[in-house]
Nanobody, 124 residues
Framework: QVLLVESGGGLVQAGGSLRLSCAAS????????RGWFRQAPGKEREFVAA????????YYADSVKGRFTISRDNANDTVTLQMNDLKPEDSAVYYC?????????????????WGQGTQVTVSL
């Protein structure tokens, strides 16, 4: 069974930081594009960040540029999202994803595998 499992979510005050991790099992994703999406209540799932298989290319939504950093460790098949200077509008369930043939713009349909999500709540 192929699994992507997120961890690291929680409650943080505005201006704080969280680090999300996504571990893979069941297959290797070292040659997949890895991404993070988020979904707030009543809203559609939106792109947050993505990283190419070699980690040479990273992509960010405008809303998180300069605050979030995506990275990957292909040896351990994990991807992380470092989130700094968090704002209440960053509150959402965060999902990691993996896709083989993914290109800009990063849509949910382009990713083949998804985790179950981890809740991030940012309070004032």
């Amino acid at each position: 069974q192929v699994l992507l499992v997120e961890s690291g979510g929680g409650l943080v005050q505005a201006g704080g930081s969280l680090r999300l991790s996504c571990a893979a099992s069941g297959r290797t994703f070292s040659n997949y594009v890895r991404g993070w999406f988020r979904q707030a209540p009543g809203k559609e799932r939106e792109f947050v960040a993505a990283i190419g298989w070699s980690a040479a290319s990273t992509y960010y939504a405008d809303s998180v540029k300069g605050r979030f950093t995506i990275s990957r460790d292909n040896a351990n098949d994990t991807v992380t999202l470092q989130m700094n200077d968090l704002k209440p509008e960053d509150s959402a369930v965060y999902y990691c994803a993996a896709g083989r043939r993914v290109a800009v713009p990063f849509t949910t349909t382009a990713f083949d595998y998804w985790g179950q999500g981890t809740q991030v709540t940012v309070s004032l």
